[in-house]
């Protein structure tokens, strides 16, 4: 039972980079969503998805791409990584049928930009 | 400016006390969620409530929805170690978007 598997794990980047963070869930989720976390802050909304071709900005877009071409992925992509990107990155998906369904999440990509 | 205003941001008891955890807002949500998340690993969900008013309990925790659907809250009686994590709130606003607006968090310590 996979569910949310995020790729990597860890990554250091320097400032300037680019890099893209994979996401895949394997439930036929139609919500997907990108997420940072910093102490203190909670969870903040990157982008989501309501289905394959489909794409919304969240609270804290810039910086950051997505595009949904299959329902199973989701990749965020960080065009030119600044420290200030510095975080936790989870990706999170759900049933259609929001406000009951759970969100379920991947264990997180760590990435520092130095 | 936060949604979902969450208190205390974090909270040390022994073993063996109550304790109460906040979600509040201005706004209405159509549900609130509430999930824990241990280090390393990502928020697992607890519980979901829906009706205003609505009651939850998950073993010794307590979920409670306000009235007017714009706050809730986590109560733990005779906590345990095990409970110690990171609790979320996060609120759905109406219209079925499927985006979650989430709470600051909540860190429990409980020592033995």
């Known amino acids: 039972n996979a569910g949310v598997t995020q790729t990597p794990k860890f990554q250091v980047l320097k400032t300037g980079q680019s890099m893209t963070l994979q996401c895949a869930q394997d439930m036929n989720h139609e919500y997907m969503s990108w997420y940072r976390q910093d102490p203190g802050m909670g969870l903040r909304l990157i982008h989501y998805s309501v289905g394959a071709g489909i794409t919304d900005q969240g609270e804290v877009p810039n910086g950051y791409n997505v595009s949904r071409s299959t329902t199973e992925d989701f990749p965020l992509r960080l065009l030119s990584a600044a420290p200030s990107q510095t975080s936790v990155y989870f990706c999170?998906?759900?049933?259609?049928?929001?406000?009951?369904?759970?969100?379920?999440f991947g264990d997180g990509t760590r990435l520092s930009i130095l | 400016t936060q949604l979902l205003e969450q208190s205390p941001q974090f909270l040390s008891i022994q073993e063996g006390e109550n304790l109460t955890v906040y979600c509040n807002s201005s706004?209405?949500?159509?549900?609130l969620q509430w999930y824990r998340q241990e280090p390393g690993e990502g928020p697992v969900l607890l519980v979901t409530?829906?009706?205003?008013?609505e009651v939850k309990k998950l073993k010794r925790l307590t979920f409670q929805f306000g009235d007017a659907r714009k706050d809730s809250s986590l109560h733990i009686t005779a906590a345990q170690t095990g409970d110690t994590g990171l609790y979320l709130c996060a609120g759905a606003r109406p219209g079925n978007t499927g985006k979650l607006i989430f709470g600051q968090g909540t860190t429990l310590q409980v020592k033995p």
């Open positions: 706004s209405v949500f159509s549900s």
């Open positions: 409530v829906v009706t205003g008013g």
């Open positions: 999170a998906s759900s049933g259609r049928g929001l406000p009951n369904q759970p969100q379920h």
